[in-house]
Nanobody, 115 residues
């Protein structure tokens, strides 16, 4: 059974940092999956934040220079380091795994930026 479980969300002050983790289980050849972090605010469409495939990365313009995505294929983990957070980063963050027609999502973790 394939599963993605996010963790690391919470409340952080503006300018602060958080590190999100995504634990993947049940995958065959996890390293061959393109992994991404996405976020969603109520009433808005889900937004792609960052993607990593092998060692290639890509970021939404809104997070470039502040967020960093990484993966540990040995332990089936994906991370999102988020620095200099602001109120517009408040959202539920989802981990996603894609390979061909296979497409899996985690349940999400809430990130709230505020005082």
């Amino acid at each position: 059974q394939v599963q993605l479980v996010e963790s690391g969300g919470g409340l952080v002050q503006p300018g602060g940092s958080l590190r999100l983790s995504c634990a993947a289980s049940g995958f065959t050849s996890f390293s061959t999956y393109a992994m991404s972090w996405n976020r969603q605010v109520p009433g808005k469409e889900r937004e792609l934040v960052a993607t990593i495939y092998s060692r290639l990365t890509d970021y939404a313009d809104s997070v470039k220079g502040r967020f960093s995505i990484s993966r540990d294929d040995r332990n089936n983990m994906v991370y999102l380091q988020m620095n200099n957070l602001n109120s517009e980063d408040t959202a539920v963050y989802y981990c996603r795994a894609r390979r061909g027609v296979s497409d899996y999502w985690g349940q999400g973790t809430q990130v709230t930026v505020g005082s």
